[in-house]
């Protein structure tokens, strides 16, 4: 599994001590997959993670670059990452980095695999979809991917 210290030494354009301090341990291989695309692409450009946490069950995840920084390839190209990102959270045990699923503990939403699972599992009657700009997508676990469907569909 993949450490914070392994993601700060791969990634050090990018990544600052504590940016990652409140991303859960199973995250951390998505976190990987993401920086593995971000990396290169913004490096020295001023890239700094704001917010890296839990919240209901995904990662809520945000940044700040420049904007002068910003092409419209790294715009495209972050836009999906981001989604990518946060859509994978919801599909990945936050605990051991399996396959995910949401679960209703108390007050909280935790994504978890059956193992680690605690509380009510929540079984969904559609998938999660995201509105980009570039029409609505959901997240396809299987091809590791995003999928653009039919808004009339979400």
Known sequence: ?????ELYD?????????DLKDVPTGWL??????FAVV???MADTGYEVVTARECAGGLDWTWTSPLSSMTEERHQTM???D?????????TCR???????????????LTTCEEHGVGERIVDQKQLARRTLHGVVRYDAAADELIVV???DV
Do not use: N
């Not at 599994?1 to 210290?5: D, G, P, S, Y």
């Not at 791969?10 to 504590?18: A, E, N, S, T």
């Not at 989604?83 to 599909?91: D, N, P, Q, T």
């Open 1 to 5: 599994m993949t450490t914070v210290e």
């Open 10 to 18: 791969l990634y050090p354009d990018v990544l600052y001590p504590g």
């Open 29 to 34: 291989g998505i976190v990987d997959c993401y």
């Open 39 to 41: 990396g290169p692409l």
């Open 79 to 81: 836009d999906e990452q």
């Open 83 to 91: 989604v990518l990102l946060e859509l994978r959270s919801y599909h």
């Open 95 to 109: 605990v051991c980095g399996g396959r995910g699923f949401g679960w209703a503990a108390g007050r909280k939403i």
């Open 150 to 152: 039919d808004p009339e």
